[in-house]
């Protein structure tokens, strides 16, 4: 990985209607992420929050997409902000924040890769559109709007669509699915590994065919980790959380592997939300889960 770390926060809660999620960013620097990176050697310049616009209290009568035209306006500020990181030679780390942030972390980070490879750590496939979602929040879409399926104002951010293909997606940790992400998961071939794998094969088979798949013919990797992703006894303060996830020891191991392998060109960490957690137990999780990331040992 690269020894200069860029960092950007992105205080976005327009993708669900859980309140709090937008101080995510806040709570992971508070628990110390620029001294446990700078501890570790590297480089690291904090550029701040990207500026977030204010929810729309009346919904859209054309989509049922709740805060559209906010979401795109944030999506781009980003994809503009990731795009400067990467210009001025810095390892993107980005901060959330709900989940929807990540239609303009890979907007800004695809500009620079013609085959990114992705590894998406969650409890949700995040393949959800307008059609198929139950609710309607922007955060259980992003993966599939960067695949250019969804809504066209989204998957055009930044002028340009799809950002990514489904070939070189890996999805980790999947244990709650909507009928319609299922029937895009199967139509476009799209690797998951599950709790069931994770059970049956354990984690470090997994991620040695998640980091060989995720790298292999690709240019690059983005890790996109949701928070509840983990089980939440381990990370409470998460929007959407589910019962049966993955282990703090084997994110750690996950985080560790991924480390070894230094195939990672960019990362995201997201759905931290300090009013639902205890202690900022999930910030301080999702801190040394970076550490780990970042070639944090015992010894």
Do not use: C
């Not at 110390?32 to 701040?48: A, C, K, Q, S, T």
């Not at 001025?88 to 800004?108: C, E, Q, V």
């Not at 990114?116 to 979602?133: E, F, K, M, P, R």
């Not at 069931?196 to 240019?219: L, R």
């Amino acid at each position: 990985m690269k020894k200069k770390i860029g960092i950007l926060g992105v205080p976005m809660d327009l993708g669900q209607m859980r309140r709090g999620v937008d101080m995510g960013p806040s709570a992971m620097r508070y628990a110390g992420i620029l001294e446990r990176l700078e501890n570790l050697g590297y480089d690291v310049e904090d550029r701040g929050d990207i500026e977030i616009p204010q929810r729309e209290k009346v919904a859209s009568k054309e989509t049922n997409l709740k805060n559209l035209k906010g979401v795109i306006e944030a999506s781009t500020r980003l994809s503009d902000g990731v795009h400067q990181l990467i210009e001025d030679d810095h390892f993107p780390l980005i901060l959330g924040g709900d989940h929807s942030m990540a239609i303009g972390s890979l907007a800004g980070i695809a500009r620079h890769h013609d085959n990114l490879g992705v590894i998406w750590y969650d409890a949700h496939g995040d393949l959800n559109t307008g059609d198929t979602s139950p609710s309607g929040n922007i955060h259980g879409m992003p993966l599939a709007i960067s695949l250019g399926i969804g809504d066209e104002q989204l998957t055009q951010i930044s002028g340009y669509g799809p950002k990514i293909k489904p070939e070189n997606i890996v999805i980790i940790g999947a244990r709650s699915l909507d009928e319609g992400e299922r029937e895009l998961i199967r139509e476009k071939g799209i690797k998951v590994f599950t709790m069931h794998e994770i059970d049956k094969m354990g984690m470090t088979k997994v991620m040695q065919e998640a980091i060989e798949y995720a790298s292999n013919g690709t240019d690059g990797v983005h890790l996109s980790l949701d928070l509840d992703g983990l089980d939440p006894a381990e990370a409470p303060g998460v929007g959407t959380p589910v019962l049966g996830g993955i282990s703090y020891r084997e994110s750690h191991l996950a985080m560790e592997m991924l480390a070894e392998a230094d195939i990672l060109t960019s990362a995201e960490f997201v759905e931290v939300n300090p009013i639902l957690d205890d202690k900022n137990k999930t910030a301080t999780v999702a801190v040394g889960l970076v550490g780990s990331l970042f070639g944090e040992k015992l010894i």
